[in-house]
C-alpha cells in the first residue's frame, strides 16, 4: 500500500509540475494579461529548435496578436505528459512516445512528421567493448529512456539478430542520468539519439553496434492536444507552415543551421554538425502510409505488453485526416 500511495502521489507531483512549467495558475493557452499564447514543447535537437532560433513564428503569429512560449522537455515521453496535462499545446516527439501516451489515455493528434531519419539513433557501446554485434547484447544491460524512440530501435534490432526482448536487461534512465551510467560502465550498451548520439561519438569514443538503417524508420512527429487542434486548426497549420520552411532553408544552409543549434543548445559546434549531418529534412502532414507504420510500432509493444493494451492508432488522428 505505501508503495501504491508513493507511485500516486509521484504522479500527482509530476502532473503539478508539468502543468505549472509554463502556465502557473492561467488558464490554458492564455497569459495573464489576457493574450493568446501558442505552448509549444521541443527537445534538445531538432526542426522546433531551429525554428526557436530562427524566430520567424514569433514574428508570424505577432501579426494574430499571438505569443508563443517554449519548453524545453529532456525526452518525448515526459513531453507528452505536458501535452495531456495541458501545459502545452503543441510539441515534437519521436516513433514510440505517442503509442504510450495514447495507450495511456492521452487525448493527442498527429498534425505532422519528418521523414525517415533512422542514422539519427542507434545502439552504442563503449570504445573499448568487446561487443561487437547486436546478438552480443544477450544477457547484457541496456540503457534507454522508457517508451521513447529508441525503445522500438532496440526491439527491432533484437529481433533482427534472432534475439528476444528478455534476452537483454533493459535498464530504463533519461539520457542524461543513461550517459553517466553508460561512462562509468554501470551498463553494457546504450540506446540512444540525436544530439545525445553524437556528444557521445565525438565526446566519449562510442561505437555504434547498429543504427536504424534496414531495421526502423525513426519518423519525428509533431503533435497537438486535440482540444487545441480542433479549436486552432488555422494557427497548427502555420506552425507546420514554418517548419517546413525552416526545414527547406536548413537543407540548403547547413553550416548556420550548426551554428543555430550549437547557440540553443549549449552543445559544440562539432557534435551538432555531426547530427545535423543525418537529420532528415522535409516536414508534411502525416499520411496514412506513415500511420500505417505507426500501427506496426503499436502493434509490437503490445505484443510484448509494453503498454496496457492494443490501440488504433488512427483514432490519434483528426476526423478531416481519416
Known sequence: MKVHNKRVLRRRTLGLLLAGIVAGSMPA???????????????KYGTLTLLKGRGTLERRLAARGIDVKWTEFPAGPVLLEGLNVGSIDFGTVGEAPPIFAQAAGADLVYVGNEPPSPTSEAIVVPKNSTLR???????????????????YLLLKALEKAGLAYRDIEPVFLPPADARAAFERGSVDAWAIWDPFLAAAEKQ????VLADGRGIVSNHQFYLASRSYAQKNPEIVGIVIDELAAVDEWGKRNQKEVAAILAQQTGLDTSVVELAAARYAYGVKPVSHEVIREQQKVADAFAALKLIPKPIAVKEALLAQQL
Open 29 to 43: 493557452g492564455v497569459r495573464a494579461q489576457g493574450r493568446p499564447v501558442l505552448r509549444i514543447g521541443l527537445q
Open 133 to 151: 554485434g547486436v546478438a552480443d547484447l544477450k544477457g547484457k544491460k541496456v540503457a534507454l529512456n522508457k517508451g521513447s524512440n529508441v525503445h
Open 204 to 207: 566519449l569514443g562510442a561505437r
